[in-house]
């Protein structure tokens, strides 16, 4: 044992608490630190065993909270999968869509691909079915140009202003000094173009060769003009853009177009055309017109007559088109070049319908009469409010070919959807089979199980996500009522080398392919909320969970005053509904409890049947939200309890430990006062005995 200056370094101690340094058994000899340290180290037993409570608990929390990540990645993949009602269809992945396009000519000649005339994209909101566009003209824009400058750095020596904007858009004053360059005009023109006043002109130098260099105005919107006005200094015509003051253009190197195109075959009743003649000046007879004088009358789309026309069958068809110009009733008539001969054109020139009757002659059965396409214009090549939920990019124009677009329903989605569920599915189960293992050999728990085996809250979790897609759904084809009739089963856990993936998912991607493709809306009702109603004025907008399938249904009835609602019951229940407006919402007085549904109409309705089928993805997406309530869900719930429980361990465990720092103390406190004691008597004891020898050496 090691000692300095005789002291006994293994009985030294330090008091936590003051810092003192004390020394043990000087006096009476006994290692009274170790006492002290073996009373203390007893007494935290407990103090241990708390502070493991807590570590446990808050592995517990962690894994709570793995588990609820996990599930709200499952619930996730399943959100897109219930059937979710929206406007655009955007939350429900039945109603993705797909578009393909292809092209046409009724004239025999090659079409251009359908990806060099249209760009397609589309939305849930589409409609299934075919459209037609046949691009006339796509949209230009304005694009205006300089005279030749010899450099871009050079003072223009121009002094002035001018004014200038796009359209009806904002306008702005651009101001020159002579010391100004090709460049600082580009800047300033493009600094002018921003912000929520923005000119939206932009300037761009080209720079053809040496002494070359243009300064290039282009319209940012297409179909726009530029205007100039208020002109000083003579700025305009020095630039070569106006020589007066913007009214004409003097280097217009694009000019503003709209887009024209005619789409689904939709006809225009302002505009008319016969057929064909041989020339202008063919007589009507020549197309089969009966001899004789007759007459014919043009109509509004009531009926009324506008304008009655005479016509012979010796004129010509240049004669006849002047004849009903002539009438000046707002009918105008000219011969027009088409289909390798020429027609007499008919055009109401307001917009508004016309036709035709009252023929004494055969002019209009010779003639046929029909109306021409309809025309449509936009002003951009961008084209989002021509078929509802389908945005057009138009790319070239190419009259006599048509583009048909054909949406159908976008199945990878549905299926990538499905794949993600399975997945998600799969996760889920094999956090519980991590949290759950056990021992092959024995059947108890294994070293390697986690912290919430034997978990009350994910057990049953986990016995409602099986149950789920064990039962399937109720009301629907019994072939399409469980997800393993679609290529989706548990897989065989007598097979599986691996115990983690004991009562997971397998899916039969050919098999679901299959089902997709030839029963898409039996897999939509097994795993969606699907919703009918016998009168079409009654329409959902939403459902919860405890939104409940009835086998015989559900009956509405409603009063209306033809403003607003004034009564709505189901199935003749007082009390079974609430409403607001149009809008009706049943409560838990019957079994459609959260269903919610708008009337579109006016007036009473009796007896409107109410149906609805609750799928297998409906079902288990609300048993999550069940579970994974933040406030009052099985998961929070048991974080909440815990994370009390750990709060009040903790506080227990710093009293105890304060208490167990006092009695150390005290302790020590009595322990040294016991040295100080002995240390006294010891010193009167030597004083004693030196006194006693002092006396026997005198004696």
Known sequence: MTTTSGINLSNVGVDSTTGK??????????????????????????????????????KKITAYNDLKSLLQTLQDALSKLRGAVSIDGSTNVFQAKDVFASTTRADG???????????????????????????????????????????????????????????????????????DTLQDLRDRINAANTGSTATGVSASIVSVGTGQNYLVLTADQTGQTIHFSNETGGVLSGLGISNDGGTTLSNQLQAPQTALFY????????????????????????????????????????????????????????TLASNITA???????????????????IVKTDGASIAFGGDTGNLLTATTPAKENLLIE???????????????????????????????????????????????????RHFVNEQNQTDSSTGAKSAD?????????????????????????????????????????????????????????????????SMLTSNPEDVRRMFAFDFSSSDPRISLLDFNGATAYSQTGYTLNLTDDGTNLTGATINGVAGSTTFSGNTITATNATGANGLKLFYSGTGDLSNVSINFTVGAATQMFFDLQSA???????????VDALTDQNTQTQTRVDSMLASIDYQKTLLTEKFTNMETQLAQMQSILDSIKQTTDAWSQKN
């Open 327 to 345: 009438g000046g009733l707002g009918v105008t008539a000219s011969v027009i070049q088409s289909d390798g001969g020429y027609k007499l054109q």
């Open 378 to 428: 936009r002003s951009s090549n961008t084209i989002s409010d021509l078929f509802n939920g389908v945005t057009l990019s138009l790319y070239g124009a190419e009259p006599g070919t048509t583009v048909k677009l054909d949406i159908d329903r976008d199945l990878s989605a549905v299926k990538t959807q499905i794949s993600s569920f399975v997945t998600a599915y799969n996760a889920v």
């Open 263 to 318: 789409a689904d075959g939709l006809l225009d009743s302002s505009k008319w055309d016969t057929k064909a003649f041989s020339g202008p000046t063919a007589t009507l007879a020549s197309g089969g017109v009966s001899a004789g004088s007759h007459s014919f009358e043009i109509r509004d789309a009531n009926g009324a007559v506008i304008q009655t026309v005479n016509y012979n069958d010796t004129d010509s068809l240049q």
């Open 449 to 513: 199980a986690g912290p919430l085996y034997g978990s009350r809250t994910l057990s049953s979790i986990s016995q409602a996500l099986s149950s789920v897609i064990g039962n399937g759904t109720q009301g629907v084809s019994k072939a399409f009522s469980v997800i393993a009739q679609i290529g989706i089963d548990f897989v065989d856990n007598n097979t599986v080398t691996d115990p983690l993936d004991k009562d997971t998912l397998k899916l039969n991607e050919t098999k679901l392919d």
């Open 109 to 179: 000649q090659t079409p251009s691909s359908a990806s060099n005339l249209v760009g397609m994209t589309v939305t849930n909101a589409a409609t299934l079915g075919s459209h037609t566009i046949e691009v006339q003209r796509t949209a230009t824009s304005h694009k205006l140009g300089t005279k030749a400058v010899s450099s871009t750095g050079t003072a223009l020596g121009l002094a002035g202003s001018f004014d200038m904007q796009v359209g009806s858009g904002s306008s702005k004053t651009f101001t020159l000094s002579a010391t």
């Open 628 to 638: 994974l309530d933040a406030t009052s869900g099985s998961i929070q719930t048991e």
């Open 21 to 58: 340094v004390t020394f043990s058994g000087l006096s009476s000899g006994l290692d009274y630190q170790s006492i002290i340290n073996g009373i203390i180290t007893a007494k935290t037993v407990p103090v241990d065993n708390l502070k493991t409570t807590i570590t446990d608990n808050t």
